[in-house]
């Protein structure tokens, strides 16, 4: 079992940066995938980013070049630096932990765009 919780969310003008992250616990972090994925209203949840347990890194076509993905294992923590954001980056994010046919969630926080 993992437990998680996502700190870090905010309102930010276009063009700002925001940190989010993800702490874990109840498990041994290191063996998880780790992803940040987003909701915004209306819309499907999306994948945003994800790092492999050998810190391997995929994004979103949307976000790359913006976003950096990255964890602390002795501090079960995983981030998402999100730089330049834009009004539609505007959702809730959320932390998922993977291990072969496990899926856990944190509940989520909002991160909001605008000026």
């Known amino acids: 079992q993992v437990q998680l919780v996502e700190s870090g969310g905010g309102l930010v003008q276009p063009g700002g940066s925001l940190r989010l992250s993800c702490t874990a616990s109840?498990?041994?972090?290191?063996?998880?995938?780790m992803a940040w994925y987003r909701q915004a209203p209306g819309k499907q949840r999306e994948l945003v980013a994800a790092i492999t347990s050998g810190t391997r890194t995929n994004y979103a076509d949307s976000v790359k070049g913006r976003f950096t993905i990255s964890r602390d294992n002795a501090k079960k923590t995983a981030y998402l630096q999100m730089n330049s954001l834009k009004p539609e980056d505007t959702a809730v994010y959320y932390c998922n932990a993977h291990l072969t046919s496990s899926d856990y969630w944190g509940q989520g926080t909002q991160v909001t765009v605008s000026s």
């Open positions: 109840g498990s041994i972090f290191s063996i998880y995938a």
